[in-house]
T-cell receptor, first 108, second 113 residues
Framework: SQKIEQNSEALNIQEGKTATLTCNYT??????LQWYRQDPGRGPVFLLL?????KEKRKERLKVTFDTTLKQSLFHITASQPADSATYLC???????FGKGTRLHILP | DTGVSQNPRHKITKRGQNVTFRCDPI?????LYWYRQTLGQGPEFLTY????????KSRLLSDRFSAERPKGSFSTLEIQRTEQGDSAMYLC???????????FGQGTRLTVV
């Protein structure tokens, strides 16, 4: 079956360091992947979209990569801050199918 | 326009009762999505619409769930004969097909007692 997986349920990163989150997909070749942020009790908020022909996309302190050989997308937050603590979700498809998410904690 | 609006925000119902949720998307967004989310999990796809047409319904859904978008604007999600396992956050999102990203509402939290 077509799967999208975020292997880390939770990740603790020291403030100021770069946080790197992973999204893997199997049995599928998505035309694009999306990344969202979700805070407790709220709906997800769109962050970035990367297409299969794009290796990298940036937005302020955020960077997303797309490696079709490894079937993987990496999401980076540089100079992380406690306010970056949230759950980060990757998603595929026009239907926007989500992975389980990674809870990121930035430690002061 | 204030974004995607979902009503009610919270709903407590007794097992066996029917419930209906409403979603008002961002105006002129032709795509509308419904998801269910339980604690610690990502949003689980339920169904989505392109204008008034329901394009797909998750096989995970039983026949107790139905969604409509009669005029291609607001949408309703109905759950018949609710069960305790239906307790979850129900999220609605809308999108412009061209841009692909989705904008989510605050969700409706359903508790079945």
């Amino acid at each position: 079956s077509q799967k999208i997986e975020q292997n880390s349920e939770a990740l603790n990163i020291q403030e100021g360091k770069t946080a790197t989150l992973t999204c893997n997909y199997t049995n599928y070749s998505p035309a694009y992947l999306q990344w969202y942020r979700q805070d407790p009790g709220r709906g997800p908020v769109f962050l970035l979209l990367i297409r299969e022909n794009e290796k990298e996309k940036r937005k302020e302190r955020l960077k997303v990569t797309f490696d079709t050989t490894l079937k993987q997308s990496l999401f980076h937050i540089t100079a992380s801050q406690p306010a970056d603590s949230a759950t980060y979700l990757c998603a595929r498809d026009d239907k926007i199918i989500f992975g389980k998410g990674t809870r990121l904690h930035i430690l002061p | 326009d204030t974004g995607v609006s979902q009503n009610p925000r919270h709903k407590i119902t007794k097992r066996g009762q029917n419930v209906t949720f409403r979603c008002d998307p961002i105006s002129e967004h032709n795509r509308l999505y419904w998801y269910r989310q339980t604690l610690g999990q990502g949003p689980e796809f339920l169904t989505y619409f392109q204008n008034e047409a329901q394009l797909e319904k998750s096989r995970l859904l039983s026949d107790r769930f139905s969604a409509e978008r009669p005029k291609g604007s607001f949408s309703t999600l109905e759950i018949q004969r609710t069960e305790q396992g239906d307790s979850a956050m129900y999220l609605c999102a809308s999108g412009d097909r061209v841009n692909t990203e989705a904008f989510f509402g605050q969700g409706t939290r359903l508790t079945v007692v």
